[in-house]
């Protein structure tokens, strides 16, 4: 065979090697072995973005598991709430991703925006449909203690319509100056409030929150 020919055979098959091995990856490998099933790589994270959503039976479950029986039933989890398990994508998890990066943006402070009391309000009932912004200004009763030292904080109640038709109300209250807003109050079974609450507004605040956006 002529060696022009042979070197020519030989170059091109380097070409061709060369053009598949710097093809990129579709966008779907990517998704098959990081997002198809889960959001974080840290387990312990993954869980604790799944607890948002598991009732307690499954985390009374998850509890008695351990090492990869864990990420078994987390990855298991995901996929039951997967609108349409035969698509390349879990879409719920796709749609929670959103959210988290939103919440990460918008609501990060001494700790990861989603981690945080509304991070993880938005990142389980999504944006609300109505927010009221206060602050509680000066309080009448400055003998007391507490209105001394919750004046001038900023709160924010934000109004939900629930899946079962009922609607539900956070308020989130800037329990430390120019701290994160924590919590305070929702009727939700699955949040936890402080238990005086009221103490942190005046009379006003509460006839402003209670006596307008919650009935």
């Known amino acids: 065979m002529n060696k022009k020919i042979i070197v020519f055979i030989f170059v091109m098959q380097i070409l061709c090697l060369s053009s598949l091995s710097l093809k990129p990856r579709k966008k779907s490998d990517y998704t098959k072995s990081s997002k198809i099933n889960r959001i974080f790589v840290d387990l312990e994270k993954e869980y604790k973005l799944a607890n948002y959503f598991m009732n307690q039976n499954q ?21 039951s709430l997967d609108p349409n398990p035969l698509s390349e994508e879990n879409e719920f998890l796709a749609h929670i991703e959103q959210r988290i990066e939103y ?17 993880r309000i938005y990142v389980k009932y999504g944006e609300p449909f109505e927010v009221y ?4 200004g000066k309080f009448d009763d400055l003998d007391n203690l507490d209105q001394q030292f919750f004046q001038n904080r900023d709160y924010e109640l934000w109004k939900y319509h629930m ?3 009922q609607d539900e109300i956070f308020l989130f209250f800037e329990t430390q100056t120019f701290g994160e807003m924590r919590l305070i109050y929702s009727a939700t079974s699955s949040e936890v409030g402080f238990a005086r609450w009221q103490k942190y507004l005046s009379e006003d605040n ?6 307008g956006l919650y009935e």
């Open 206 to 211: 509460l006839r402003k929150i209670i006596g």
């Open 163 to 165: 899946e079962d038709g």
């Open 59 to 79: 985390k009374k479950v998850y509890s008695k598991l351990k090492g990869e029986e864990r990420e078994y039933y987390v990855r298991s989890f995901w996929k």
């Open 133 to 136: 912004e206060g602050n509680t």
């Open 103 to 119: 919440a990460n943006k918008n609501f990060s402070g001494a700790r990861a925006g989603w981690e945080s009391d509304k991070g």
